[in-house]
């Protein structure tokens, strides 16, 4: 996949409505998008709204849903909203459009380095990066004279003094539900460490000193988190904050615009934002792009109208009314404070999120066999052998290995 360096992934609910004022033309084609929920999705779906025959399904499981979706034919929804990773096993199905002729002829305002090519072909086009970044009660931290975290070392000192005060329930919150949120927690800790996950031959190679050093960080985090962990995902951390019921957590960037929101949130102005804890040699987060895609099974009727409504969604408009909701690619964004994270773990060396076939299946493996380890039922070896195994099975069944 060729992509371009870029400084920066719940319920079910439905959006839609009729045009109005504020959509540059009126839709006239029925149309329907499966997208994550988080507030930078719904600032989009709900700009491409305002152009009527629309609806959106904003989800949290949507990419477990949206390879079947696509594959019907036609696609149950015509417009998907995908990241790094998510593309994947829908670029594998040879279900998506490529975009090199509506990107030539609605996508004059389009920067190149929205443009996500696999193969030459333009495939989907960014909307925005996201990656983890540290977010942390700064009142807090003042208060017992800490200063802000750099290290994980630091983390966990830091949340041992903070439990020791008790002023929250838990001085940590992290994303660590069990199948794709804690993979991508030892995904995040393994690339600050500097380890690589493949030998020749997309051979598995975890079980290592910085395997085993992502693992031993991993379990000291949660003696101060929740002791439901395991099925804390970014929407339960998001609350967790909003509540005031932690003070420190590694959490998307995206998630960040929800700390300041008054209707919802009880610290508004006391969360800030830094750059994600250093590992051994990088910011112990992954780089990660959300953008737009088209299915391939939808008329050239409804893709062209797809297409032009996306590109409406995406407009300065939309930007400057939900500018703090996202580090967007989109002209018309200016980075603020609740951007510092994001920026500054990028200008420390976070790494990409490392998208292909093969690590798709060992990011399974990993979410579906890290809780062994972390409940006490296996210890790390042991645990990350199995992980390799797992990933092996698979890969050969999926002709990834001989």
């Known amino acids: 996949m060729k992509l371009k360096t870029i400084l920066m ?77 998510t593309m994947i096993p829908l670029l594998n199905a040879g279900t998506l459009r490529p975009l090199d002729d509506l990107v030539a002829k609605y996508g004059a305002a389009l920067t190149p380095n929205q443009l ?77 460490e500097g380890g690589s996950f493949f030998a020749e031959g997309n051979m598995p190679s975890i079980n290592n000193e910085h395997g085993l050093k992502s693992l031993e960080t ?31 957590a590694n959490l998307w960037a995206s998630r960040a615009g929800a700390m300041d929101d008054a209707a919802e949130s009880q610290v508004v102005g006391k969360v800030k934002m830094a750059a994600a804890p250093m590992g051994s040699a990088a910011p112990a987060t992954s780089l990660w792009w959300d953008g737009v895609v088209l299915a391939a099974n939808q008329t050239d009727e409804q893709a062209d109208a797809a297409f032009k409504l996306v590109m409406e969604g995406l407009d300065t408009e939309m930007v400057t009314a939900n500018n703090d909701a996202a580090v967007w690619l989109i002209p018309g964004y200016v980075a603020g404070d609740l951007a510092a994270g994001a920026a500054a773990s990028a200008a420390a060396g976070a790494k990409p999120y490392p998208a292909s076939a093969p690590f798709g299946i060992l990011h399974s493996a990993l979410g579906n066999g890290l809780a062994a380890y972390l409940t006490g039922a296996k210890d790390a070896a042991t645990t990350l052998a199995d992980i390799e195994a797992d990933y092996m099975t698979a890969a050969k069944e999926a002709g990834l290995l001989n």
């Not at 904003?58 to 594959?71: M, W």
């Not at 903070?162 to 804690?182: M, R, S």
């Not at 379990?219 to 003070?247: C, H």
Request: charged content about 15%.
């Open 9 to 85: 992934a719940g319920a079910l609910s439905l959006v839609g409505a009729a045009a109005s004022a504020s959509c540059a033309y009126e839709n006239t084609v029925p149309l329907k998008s499966l997208s994550a929920g988080f507030e930078a999705w719904k600032a989009v779906t709900d700009a491409m709204a305002e152009c009527g025959n629309f609806s959106a399904s904003l989800d949290q499981e949507f990419s477990e849903k949206q390879p079947e979706a696509f594959a019907a034919n036609p696609a149950l929804y015509q417009i998907g909203g995908v990241a790094n990773e």
């Open 116 to 192: 996500i090519k696999v193969d030459g072909k333009i495939m989907a086009v960014a909307m925005m990066v996201n990656t983890q970044h540290l977010m942390y009660r700064a009142d807090i931290l003042a208060d017992l004279g800490l200063a802000v975290p750099t290290t994980y070392d630091e983390v966990l000192a830091a949340a041992e003094k903070i439990k020791a005060a008790g002023l929250v329930d838990y001085p940590l919150g992290g994303t660590f539900k069990t199948g794709w949120n804690l993979g991508e927690e030892f995904v995040n800790m393994y690339l600050g």
């Open 218 to 248: 991993l379990k000291a985090m949660t003696a101060y988190m929740d002791p439901e962990y395991l099925v804390s995902d970014s929407t339960y951390v998001q609350q967790q904050f909003q509540q005031g019921k932690i003070a420190i």
